[in-house]
């Protein structure tokens, strides 16, 4: 694919002509940043959701799931600081009028240099061929070290800066690096200014008598308010986890990257309680299993790196970030935060409730530690989407374009295929349909030529497409075509249960992680 820019227009289009996601209330021209899960789009989005459940809930015996409310009691947000510090730098362009967010101008800098340098590794990859040692040339190559170098640099004034709120720094920053608008070229900046981003909505029925809420910025608060009961009723103990997956609402202002930044957004949040002074052994334990739990689903570990945070947010003493290179870059998809006791201690304060564990090892009660780990199902969406989709060249010189979706998380795993709409196969093919939608999601389709209806499933992501043809009433065998080799094998129909099966077990993938 051409360059950056071409293969995520591409994908997008090919979310909305398969069936994944739609602009919001399209009909009145969308809604900006707000976007809809289609047919498809629902099933792959419902698998990412269970994929990480089973890993995180069903797989530790010491991790439960709640399932709490969007909206929460207005002194929740003062507490958890979101009130006073869940701001955004934002800074506007006099000529063009156009608002951005400070700190992304800078970082979109900084990705056009590591762009370069992403370049010149490719082109000595070339050069060197096997003996290419990639460690030894990032780290000795004059130009690649200047860039890296330049890089950190301007990172980490950004983190400093934004860290003592000078807001000053950040636009000098900006100027000294000479940013234009990305639409306009001006240069013509106003100063930085903080705006929060939490929605607020009303509670009750008449103007005087309604309370103020917001829509929850993150699920993490529902876990904390919630801790004691959990641990009480279910006789929880230090260390344990709550789980919790739920859409959160943010006034993002840079909301341009398709579904990667969008104002209604689902998180699936652990909150990790432990004990105080255990947090760095179990914040590199979380990055570790979270990683791994990435690495799984075989998108390629070179599409990974972890970026530890300089500017720690106002509830962290660490924080780390599991990037993913997405069409437009290496992006964070999955944070990682040692909270400390900030969050319960909050609560305690301003609710006058005591929010802590008894610990009978030391004979004590404390107010535990928390380690979280935070990922955007819809950014977990694109990352997948937008890895999966490829366009390959066939031996014939022709092309087709096929999703590579994890076989474990595609909407739909078969597809039966009567080769002709006569002779009596729609008929069997139908009872093969019948027969498997108990155990997988499948489609029928009888429409075109069979080499196009492949390429239509190929497009879609199905990995199994199965064949019903003559052979088909002589012996009871299919072919089964599988969607990444296209290697066709013949079958009998009762086999076809197991091999899909065995493909698309959520514990065959989730082994992977050990
Ligand atoms: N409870 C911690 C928390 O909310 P965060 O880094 O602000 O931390 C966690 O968000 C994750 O939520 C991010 O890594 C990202 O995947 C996702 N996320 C945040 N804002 C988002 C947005 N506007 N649209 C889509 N996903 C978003």
Known sequence: MANQDDQFKKVISHAKEYGYIFPSSEIYDGLSAVYDYAQNGVELKKNIREYWWKAMVQMHDNIV?????????????????????????????????????????????VAKIEAKVEKEIAKAEKRFGDSFDKEQFV?????????????????KRLGQSLEKEDLVDVKALIEELGIADPETGSKNWTEVKQFNLMFGTKLGASAESAMDLYLRPETAQGIFVNFLNVQKTGRMKIPFGIAQTGKAFRNEIVARQFIFRMREFEQMEMQFFIKPGTQKEWYDYWKETRLKWHMSLGMGEENYRFHDHEKLAHYADAASDIEFRFPFGFKEL???????????????????????????????????YVLETSIGLDRMFLAVFSNSLVEEELENGSTRTVLKLPSVLAPTKVAILPLVKKDGLPEVAKEIFEDLKWDFNVTYDEK???????????AAGTPFCVTVDHDTLENN???????????????KIEELRGIVAQEVDIRNWLLKTK
Request: hydrophobic fraction near 30%; avoid cysteine; proline fraction near 4%.
């Open 65 to 109: 799931g709640i399932d709490a409310s969007i909206l929460m009691h207005p002194t929740t947000w003062k507490a958890s600081g979101h009130v006073d510090a869940f701001n955004d730098p934002l800074i506007d362009n006099k000529d063009s009028k156009k608002r951005y967010r400070a700190d992304v101008l800078v970082e979109d800098y």
């Open 334 to 368: 999955e944070g990682i935060h040692s909270r400390t006791d900030f969050d319960l201690a909050q609560h305690e304060k301003f609710s006058n409730k005591k929010l802590q564990y008894f610990d009978p090892e030391e004979n004590k009660s404390y107010v535990p």
């Open 139 to 155: 780290a000795t190559n004059p130009r690649v070290v200047k860039y890296n170098e330049e890089a950190q640099a301007i990172l």
């Open 477 to 491: 065998t299919v072919t089964i075509r599988h969607r990444d080799t296209m290697e066709q094998k013949r079958v």
């Open 448 to 458: 075109d030529a069979v080499g196009r209806r492949y390429r239509r499933q190929d």
